[in-house]
């Protein structure tokens, strides 16, 4: 009966930074609508907002009730979703905004960074059938006792994915400021591509190794529901926004890509440290004696790589994030009794270079290609991790910008259209 | 078995206005509960914060839709519930915040202006029994219809008062940026002096010409339902606020003021405007043929007087608010053809001054004081309007704090004690 394709638009924080903007976001929807199709959009707060409020959280406690916080900071979302319902109004559209409890949509009862369960989506398919167009604040749901959570930073993206699956949606659109993804950063390599499609597998890799375009759950809940995600740029002025003429990278299943690039991107993150504790025993359980306490103490440790001197004695050297860095090194002071290491050196002048393509599984040599790159500029590789689809390697951070643009060129990325 | 007194205690924009105030109303909340009270706790928006969110709507739209407008505004008491909360709570109190739709506290679905209908006060009863404060973010509510509800400007006096009623406190104590209701406006008359205890009625007829300490409607709630209101100043470090020992004034029943002034307070309002529709027939139905279209239009008509002239016609003049004037005249010129009046002039160079008094029910002579002392200073009186416990003129604005000093001194109300 009703063919209308549904779509779910997402925007974020600066492209709802003032006033202006927010009627500028009010045509890209009605655009949309005037294309024939059913509209639910998804708000992040005014950036600078959120900003605001966490800093009042944090002025009065250093320990917070994250249930005050989350109460506290929903309300950026709920303002920009009103705002936004109003300038869609003015554009002669019927429109009301949703906050997370009206929905509802119910997430766990982990607060700041809860997990959705379910969303009433029946209340949104209504309103979309009697014209309306939605305007959900995102960011946000609502407990089981009762009380406002939230979904961490960059959750508004969770949200749209979420509503986008439940609502059977044939595409989120995601509004930022960068027009999609591309094959590197592109204020490094001016050679770099943007890409028109991308799997949900290479987005997450590039998305957890520092291409900050999407949150990393977002990503993973788009692969477990096969919602298709476009990232695009509210600042641009493209065509028609339907199928066909995309001007954004689209993010979907590995069966939608014809041409699997060997490697799709290259990417870097410079929140990284580096840890080496040295002159360990080498005996079995000496990993577990190190990395279970700071498990506990939930620190994230990403490579590990272990050498033996042959002396009896062992090292680890590990990385984690510079945010974890001084409690990891609390954490392994407590600990040294019962570690018995000789000493610890930590780094954080480093860098992570990750090279992510979906066709690595099929295509031997990719990583001997990244180091000989790096090789022949005398970069010095000081841990290597891989998985199925990525390889990283861990250099000294002021190699970043040369690493980043020999591995662009080395992989046949500079071109325009890469095989 | 429970025999702890109840409070209310209500804080306003200023009290709340930072984070260094929103400490210092933490402390002022924890002095009460350790003297061995029950608290709950009434906030506005941080001050300022709801002037810019109704900025933003007026921005968007001339005539927004007032669901979204609530949905909007009544997030400034959102973050000022939380905060407190988190403040109290760095206290060693136990506290949480709750907004008006977690409650509920439910009203009727006049969006902007909304009326109380409930409070399923059920949850903070056991809340406060299990040793938590409530934080309360007044002026809103939540409709039938789900939708967030707001009870307009200053509508969280009203929220305190319905709370504390629903609650059967012992008291409402409303903190502000004033410590009391005092004899006239301390800026005008220096002798003015702070009134221990008033009547509902006298403070209904102070709010509505001018003292603009409580909102009307709270007032009206706490005479309905006999809630003891105190205004209190947040920025005055007074002694324990136990009963006896009240730094405020103490707005209560009739029966709990002994001596009953003739003259309370002198009050003026500068937000009115006459209007004078001359040379109109003198007919019956004229009153009607000029009145009930501006009703209709929602224009507040204050004072009236008729006056013919003897020669068939009659000049009808009223007053109205300073921002209602333009629709009236609107009105009045549509309405030309059915009044029939010669002309019409307008003077928004007016100020009310009224004397306001509960034992005027049984003292003669109010009115006539009131005359004479103007007359004396050659002070033209334009317009007289007079209640069982009021007595209203309007003259022309500059001689505003004249005549409120004269007046002032007339009725004795200068002195240490007035009997």
Redesign the interface.
Known sequence: MNTKPRIVMKFGGTSVAD?DR??TVAQKVKKQVMAGCEVAVVVSAMSGETNR?VG??N???KL??P???D??VA?GE??T???L???L??LGLKS??W?G??IPLKTDHAYGKARIETIESSVLVDSMQNGYVPVIAGFQGISEE??ITTLGRGGSDTSAVALAASLSASRCDIYTDVDGIYTTDPRIVPEARRLEKITYEEMLELASVGAKVLQTRSVELAMKEKVRVQVLSSFVEGPAPMEGELPGSLVVDEEEVMEKEKVTGIAYSRDEAKISVRNVPDRPGVAAAIFVPLAQANVNVDMIVQSSGGDGLTNMVFTTSKTDLARAIQILELERGNIQYGEIVTDDSVVKISVVGIGMRSHAGIAGTMFQTLSERSINVQVISTSEIKVSVLIAAEYTELAVRALHKAYGLDMAQAG
Do not use: K, P
């Open positions: 006033l927010i009627r409020l009042y959280c002025s009065l406690a917070y009730d249930q005050e916080y109460s506290i309300t709920q303002v979703s009103g705002l319902a109003i300038a109004q003015e009301r905004s906050q409890w009206q009762g009380r």
